[in-house]
């Protein structure tokens, strides 16, 4: 059975990156098990929330049918995720954006539930995915009324999203050091060699 949508939260799947581990293409688009990637985290976001943006800096038209919108970085040559989670906060319509990288389709219900939980605990605060001491900054749920103070840090130098969210704060929802949830495809050979989530 499938909860309803996460209240008040948007999502972003992060798509906009350079490519390099997949020699230059549009890792998002890559196929996998007969899809492109970024529609497995898709059929994971879509039912969870009215408001799925992605972030994309190429290839518009054919991210366009797995959003109701699309943002870009609003500076070239591909400054980083920082950038895209900085069009998406500008772009959310909900209180909290929920973020995920396109090349992670292991992802489940469970994790994103477990995110948006996490959030409701404490409202202000931005939550990353932490495995024992690796934090996975990729994945994580901000309060959209951080903005500005993310927006600053950017325009101080900073480029990580993880020092931006630690430094306001951020929590851990802890998850074991081997969840297969979080595999990142970002590879040919990764892609060849993960099998689909079961149940697929």
């Not at 290839?59 to 995720?81: C, K, Q």
């Not at 906060?89 to 939980?117: F, G, Q, T």
């Not at 020092?163 to 595999?183: C, K, S, T, Y």
Request: proline share 8%.
């Amino acid at each position: 059975m499938r909860q309803s949508m996460l209240a008040d939260c948007s999502i972003l799947l992060l798509a906009g990156g350079r490519g390099q581990r997949m020699g230059g293409k549009d890792k998002g688009l890559m196929a996998w098990h007969g899809q492109p990637l970024v529609a497995w985290s898709h059929r994971i976001a879509r039912p969870l929330t009215d408001d799925l943006l992605i972030s994309c800096n190429r290839n518009h038209a054919l991210y366009a049918e797995f959003a109701d919108r699309l943002v870009s970085d609003d500076e070239p040559n591909y400054p980083g995720p920082l950038a895209g989670i900085r069009a998406g906060l500008a772009a959310a319509r909900h209180s909290w954006l929920l973020v995920l990288p396109c090349d992670a389709p292991m992802i489940d219900e469970a994790l994103l539930n477990e995110l948006y939980s996490a959030a409701q605990t404490a409202p202000d605060t931005p939550f990353m995915v932490r495995r024992e001491a690796q934090w996975e900054p990729l994945f994580c749920v901000i309060p959209v009324g951080l903005r500005p103070a993310i927006e600053a840090a950017w325009q101080q130098g900073e480029r990580s999203n993880r020092n931006v969210l630690l430094a306001l704060g951020a929590r851990a929802l802890e998850v074991p050091l081997h969840d297969a949830r979080l595999a990142n495809l970002n590879s040919p050979e990764l892609l060849a060699n993960q099998p689909p989530p079961a149940g697929t």
